[in-house]
Nanobody, 124 residues
Framework: VQLQASGGGLVQAGGSLRLSCAVS????????MGWFRQAPGKEREFVGG???????VYADSVKGRFTLSRDNAKNTVYLLMNSLNSEDTAVYYC???????????????????WGQGTQVTVSS
């Protein structure tokens, strides 16, 4: 199983970016998919997750600004990020595993597969 994260870049505060996570070797519609981020000097933190059923869960810090979606035909999960601020600056990672309960999706340790990360930098 391979995950390829892309779409990061430099954006001004208040702007938007859409990250993509293209998956091979496992169907996103039969997986629990998570997005995490890690800023310099900080621990990896949960951003959001989308389950096999299409249900989503978000960290409080991004709720209302970030939206998860997926394209089953492209086997890709997307993270649309709006109203970005400097605190969103981090390397963003996508992760996958076989289906798990929503309440467990925020834990990095439950995921079996990880993408390489994509840098998001928000300038103020």
């Amino acid at each position: 199983v391979q995950l390829q994260a892309s779409g990061g870049g430099l954006v001004q505060a208040g702007g938007s970016l859409r990250l993509s996570c293209a998956v091979s070797g496992r169907s996103v519609s039969a997986s629990s998919m998570g997005w995490f981020r890690q800023a310099p000097g900080k621990e990896r933190e949960f951003v959001g997750g989308i389950n096999w059923s299409g249900s989503t869960v978000y960290a409080d810090s991004v709720k209302g600004r970030f939206t998860l979606s997926r394209d089953n035909a492209k086997n890709t999960v997307y993270l649309l990020m709006n109203s970005l601020n400097s605190e969103d600056t981090a390397v963003y990672y996508c992760a996958a595993r076989r289906p798990i309960v929503m309440s467990a999706m925020s834990q990095p340790s439950v995921y079996d597969y990880w993408g390489q990360g994509t840098q998001v930098t928000v300038s103020s």
